[in-house]
C-alpha cells in the first residue's frame, strides 16, 4: 500500500511569490491534516480537510489556504511569502473522519525554502 | 502558549538500558495522546498512543505511562537499540472531532550509544 505522497520535496522561491503544495493521502483515507516544521516553533498544525471540507484550523494568518479535491487529494497555497514561511511542510492522512484514534500517517514533507 | 512541553532536547542512552522520554501538557481538554519518531528527511512515524481513560499501554518494547493528576506523559523505551536514536515527539489532541489536529511537543532528540 502506498504511503502518503508529497510534491515536490523540495523548493526555492522568493519572498513575495506564491506556492502550491500537493499532497496524496493513502488509498482509502480521506482525512488530510497539514503540518507547518520549522526549528524554533516544532510541529504545528495548519488545517485538515474531511470530505473537501475544512474541518479544522490552525492559527496562521490567511495567506496559508488549502483544499481538497473530490478523490481526496489535498493542495496547499501560500501567498505572498515571507522568510519566515521557509519550512518542511508535512501532509498527513488518516482513514476516518475522526481520525483513528489520531493516528496520522505523514508523509515526508516539501521542504520551502524562501529567499 | 505552548500546551504540550518536551523539556529535554535530548537524551543519551547505552545500548540495552532504559530510554526515558518525558512529556507535560497543560489543556485538561487533552484526551488522547500519541508518539511520533522522526528520522532526518522523512516523516513521523506513528509509535503507540494511549487513551485519557487509561494510565500505561505497552507494545513490545515501548509503553506509555499517563498520569492526568500531573498532567505528564513518559515513554519509555526497553531495551534501547541504536536504531531507536531519532527525534521523538508526543502529542496531543482534544476531543473526537479534533484527532486530525495533533498538538506536538517540541522534541526530543535520544541517542543509543553502541
Known amino acids: 500500500k502506498a504511503g502518503v505522497t508529497q510534491t515536490p520535496r523540495y523548493l526555492i522561491k522568493t519572498r513575495g511569490q506564491q506556492v502550491t503544495l500537493s499532497c496524496s493521502p493513502i488509498s482509502g483515507h480521506r482525512s488530510v491534516s497539514w503540518y507547518q516544521q520549522t526549528p524554533g516553533q516544532g510541529l504545528q498544525f495548519l488545517f485538515e480537510?474531511?470530505?473537501?471540507?475544512?474541518?479544522n484550523k490552525g492559527n496562521f494568518p490567511g495567506r496559508f489556504s488549502g483544499r481538497q479535491f473530490s478523490n481526496s487529494r489535498s493542495e496547499m497555497n501560500v501567498s505572498t511569502l515571507e522568510l519566515g514561511d521557509s519550512a518542511l511542510y508535512l501532509c498527513?492522512?488518516?482513514?476516518?473522519?475522526?481520525?483513528?484514534?489520531?493516528?496520522?500517517?505523514f508523509g515526508e514533507g516539501s521542504r520551502l525554502t524562501v529567499l | 502558549d505552548q500546551q504540550v512541553k518536551q523539556n529535554s532536547p535530548s537524551l543519551s542512552v547505552q545500548e540495552g538500558r532504559i530510554s526515558i522520554l518525558n512529556c507535560d501538557y497543560t489543556n485538561s481538554m487533552f484526551d488522547y495522546f500519541l508518539w511520533y519518531k522522526k528520522y532526518p528527511a522523512e516523516g513521523p512515524t506513528f509509535l503507540i498512543s494511549?487513551?485519557?481513560?487509561?494510565d500505561k499501554n505497552e507494545d513490545g518494547r515501548f509503553t506509555v505511562f499517563l498520569n492526568k493528576s500531573a498532567k505528564h506523559l513518559s515513554l519509555h523505551i526497553v531495551p534501547s537499540q541504536p536504531g531507536d536514536s531519532a527525534v521523538y515527539f508526543c502529542a496531543a489532541s482534544a476531543g473526537s472531532s479534533n484527532t486530525g489536529k495533533l498538538i506536538f511537543g517540541q522534541g526530543t532528540t535520544l541517542q543509543v550509544k553502541p
Open positions: 480537510y474531511f470530505s473537501e471540507t475544512q474541518r
Open positions: 498527513a492522512s488518516s482513514p476516518l473522519r475522526g481520525g483513528s484514534h489520531g493516528e496520522l500517517f
Open positions: 494511549i487513551s485519557s481513560i487509561k
